[in-house]
């Protein structure tokens, strides 16, 4: 299962009950936070996501509506009493932060933090499901893109066939990474009779913040699923320039050349009409049933 | 007119659609902020109080629940373009906190911020109107209260009268004081026959986060309005010791010892029922119009 939650879709600034940029991506039997502006912790209660469930955090950037709001859940989940350890990737600098915050309140955190710096591209994350790897944005600062990918995914066995033509359980490996069984007679029976096909695996990529950027398309290529900021209208692409953000129709631009299957937009501005109501019912994307 | 809104009045984890501690205090002319939970810039939004117009901050420590909130206040400020001074008073570690996350923005405040150090107890603002003091409460980590008070208001001139006797311009000044008016023919006029009381000033006492501890009572005599927080109920006065918290009885009996006419309760648990709808309206206490 691989699904997107957006909590906040809103630039820096406060506006029209919108929240600043945190995602959660439930993938895998991970629950992975992407950004964390001010008040992710409350918008993750609204959402009834457990906080003690995430695992992995993504910080893109230093700007402050893409993780003021993490100090505010680290401290909750010590209140908490969380003991399992909390992995997060983020450029440098966020240690110092959190490690000064973390000292100045004289509090014990009762579970371990791992950090890990951004420093180049590539992965930065890997298990039998699901990896993730980071990619260089565009942006005023050091700013990061990820990209979420789960493995292949394996044939499933078909029961009725399986006992139909004798195969013994100590093949059933070789039938879900596909191959074909010779059977006690010598006769071939081809794989796609023993088992069914697995659902296609997924991938979600997110871009924010940065400028119109066209290596982001060669580095998400064949994405199921990219969230790509959009900060202005394509009426205002010279501001969006100047302040390295994107707009709507060059976030379409990347998509189009990477091949997404789909794209979702955000980030938009404070004066931007509300396009999505991020109060009422979550907002899930790419999810998935197996 | 002095009037306190209440942004929040949840203890640490957030719960029941309450937020952290954080509180406006208008008064003579000022707006000021008393800690700043998180969430709370978008909090002001919801109760209409323009960010802008803050001018002075109160931090009583630096436990998470009563700051958080700050940075991201002060960078929509600067977003916003604020110019004029902005001045913070709290515990000395949080410049360092707070230079810090500026420093890894890479931005620029077009303002100025003032950091005031507190260090010892006694008056730490003062104009013609208004005065703030900062007195030791007693929690875990190093933590004050605040003792707001307007300045003995100035009797009124009743028109009427000053017009009947005669009374010259030059000598108002004298009767807003007090003074009584001898005229050209030696009589006395008593000042209450030409003026009309002033309402009397009014002061307001901030006591978070502590434990019941007594010299606070002494402090505050004969305050107005006094908070105190009550994180616990009576039931609980063993928890509430242990962790340098008050329950809702020594809540009371701080602001009985101190002769205060009025007690707002607050920093509530977040297992404890919800006492008041912070969604709804705001609450607004101690207003009174001149």
Known sequence: MLSVTILGNNSALPAHNRH???QVLQAEGHTMLIDCGEGTQMQMSAYKIKRNKIDHIFIS??????YFGLIGLLSSLALNNRTSTLHIYAPGELQSVIRLQMKVSRGDFPYQLCFYNLDEGGIIFEDKKLSVECFKVNHRIECWGFLFREKKNLRKINIEKVNEYNVPISFFENLHRGDDFINAENELIKNEILTIAAEPSKSYAYCADTAFYEPIAE??????????????LDADSKKAAARFHS????????AKKAGAKKLLLGHFLHNTKRLINSKTKPARFLKTQK
Chains 1, 2 share one sequence.
């Open 20 to 22: 600043p940029t945190a």
């Open 61 to 66: 950037h230093l700007h402050g509506d893409h």
């Open 219 to 232: 580095k998400i290529k064949g994405v199921d699923l990219v969230y790509h900021e959009s900060t202005y």
């Open 247 to 254: 707009t709507t129709k060059q976030a379409a631009l990347i």
